[in-house]
């Protein structure tokens, strides 16, 4: 497959990077200013070292990779709120011309999946979306699997960022700034950690995973989430729960028509306690029993993996 990439951030640039491992082209690779557009295939290591020396990626402007030759266009911009933009008007552009998508952006999925299904049912392209919800783990696809109709509910731990938090603060007794602090230091947190420790990372991954179960039914958003964040985790709850053989979680739940995101007691060796960066997903499935998929939920390389995956699964056009 040919693939336009756009964002230049850790996704974006993996992607690029391990296409060529996975059998792919990339013909054209844009961040925020400016693309690099070569029908017959860019040099990505090139491409890649002149983000790092000139701040842009090539001398083309950056929707010149919005009408360049691809099959497959890799949708790894940030995420937005609200109206998803300029995420869904990528979307929108790639469909237009027949093209797929495979979006690592969750905004278009969480925050307008409904405006995102009409388009592709209008086009001849198809948009998939594993890298949304849990990095590397095979969460969407496992669940298409078996079919959405027969998963009954599902739940998890979706953000490496607050399960380090949680799970430092209690293995090591400190509080929640403290090791806030140390995450930032070790880069497992960002500068501005809001959308982590806030719980609106995971409600939208738990909202992109009600969607997928709704069909055509319902159509959920960031609005219709029952959120609540980690910051007010103490030291001394951790304790407490500690004595009583628990731990704490932030735990993402989509079950009953509901999406639910907040710090649960878990048992402190269940499958819900990993520990770290580490996700988990338990899927309940109507014949198969409790299913639980765990890995690394975020990161360049592991989220491109579940780019690529999608990739893998289209169609040739």
């Known amino acids: 497959m040919r693939l336009a990439v756009l964002g230049a951030g850790a996704v974006g640039s993996s992607v690029a990077e391990l296409a060529a491992d996975y059998g792919h082209t990339v013909t054209a690779y844009a961040d925020s200013q400016s693309a690099a557009v070569d029908a017959d295939g860019l040099d990505v290591a090139a491409v890649l070292d002149r983000k790092q020396t000139d701040g842009i990626v090539g001398d083309d402007d950056a929707d010149a990779a919005l009408t360049a030759d691809y099959d497959v266009l890799v949708e790894a911009t940030p995420t937005t709120l609200g109206d998803a933009q300029p995420g869904f008007g990528h979307v929108e552009a790639a469909l237009e011309r027949d093209r797929h998508v495979v979006l690592a952006n969750k905004g278009p999925v969480a925050e307008r999946y409904a405006d995102v299904r009409a388009l592709e049912r209008e086009s001849g392209g198809t948009v998939l979306f594993e890298a949304t919800v849990g990095g590397a783990m095979p969460v969407l696809s496992t669940i298409a699997d078996f079919d959405p109709e027969h998963i009954n509910a599902v739940r998890g731990v979706l953000n490496g960022t607050a399960n380090f938090i949680l799970s430092r603060m209690a293995a090591e007794g400190l509080g929640y700034e403290h090791v806030l602090a140390e995450a930032q230091d070790?880069?497992?947190?960002?500068?501005?950690?809001?959308?982590?420790?806030?719980?609106?990372?995971?409600?939208?991954?738990?909202?992109?995973?009600?969607?997928?179960?709704?069909?055509?039914?319902?159509?959920?958003?960031?609005?219709?989430?029952?959120?609540?964040?980690?910051?007010?985790?103490?030291?001394?709850?951790?304790?407490?729960?500690?004595?009583?053989?628990?731990?704490?979680?932030?735990?993402?739940?989509?079950?009953?028509?509901?999406?639910?995101?907040?710090?649960?007691?878990?048992?402190?060796?269940?499958?819900?306690?990993?520990?770290?960066?580490?996700?988990?997903?338990?899927?309940?499935?109507?014949?198969?029993?409790?299913?639980?998929?765990?890995?690394?939920?975020?990161?360049?390389?592991?989220?491109?993996?579940?780019?690529?995956?999608?990739?893998?699964?289209?169609?040739?056009?």
């Open 186 to 317: 070790l880069g497992v947190a960002e500068a501005d950690p809001t959308f982590d420790v806030d719980g609106t990372d995971a409600a939208l991954k738990g909202v992109i995973v009600a969607n997928v179960l709704a069909g055509d039914g319902r159509e959920y958003a960031l609005e219709d989430a029952d959120v609540e964040g980690i910051q007010d985790i103490s030291g001394s709850a951790l304790e407490l729960a500690a004595e009583d053989g628990r731990t704490v979680r932030l735990i993402a739940e989509v079950a009953d028509g509901e999406v639910r995101v907040g710090p649960r007691l878990v048992p402190e060796n269940a499958p819900l306690a990993p520990t770290g960066t580490r996700n988990i997903v338990q899927l309940e499935t109507e014949h198969a029993g409790r299913l639980n998929i765990s890995g690394r939920g975020a990161g360049g390389p592991e989220t491109a993996s579940a780019v690529l995956a999608d990739v893998g699964r289209l169609p040739e056009l």
